[in-house]
């Protein structure tokens, strides 16, 4: 567990305040050279690190690739939310109007 607060240490203790590279939490550390602010955080690093050495330049192009066509389709899908979204404003209006 990340320690969050410096009253976990002894009072004459060298602390370090330090930001996790992996979740951005701010935390106490008794080692300079601390990175992440927990194992957990450490591990999801490592792996991210261990996959993206894995993967070799043509399957980052199509990944990107898909990733872009994911993007579109979720664009559209908002664009359709919104559209469905002010529709029903309108409606609602509509009945609240004719109810008074």
Same mark, same amino acid.
């Given at each position: 567990m990340p320690q969050l607060d410096r009253s976990n240490f002894k009072y004459n203790?060298?602390?370090?305040?330090?930001?996790?590279?992996?979740?951005?939490?701010?935390?106490?550390?008794?080692r300079s050279t601390a990175k992440y602010?927990?194992?957990?955080?450490?591990?999801?690093?490592? %792996?991210?690190?261990?996959?993206? %050495?894995?993967?070799?330049?043509?399957?980052t192009e199509k990944m990107i690739s898909a990733l872009l066509s994911e993007n579109a389709y979720l664009k559209g899908q908002l664009q359709r939310y919104v559209t469905d979204n002010e529709t029903l404003r309108k409606e609602l209006?509509?009945? %609240?109007?004719?109810?008074?």
């Open positions: 203790a060298k602390v370090f305040e330090k930001t996790c590279l992996w979740c951005g939490t701010i935390y106490f550390a008794s602010c927990s194992a957990t955080c450490r591990g999801y690093a490592n %792996q991210a690190k261990a996959a993206e %050495q894995a993967v070799p330049y043509d399957e209006e509509r009945f %609240q109007s004719n109810g008074n």
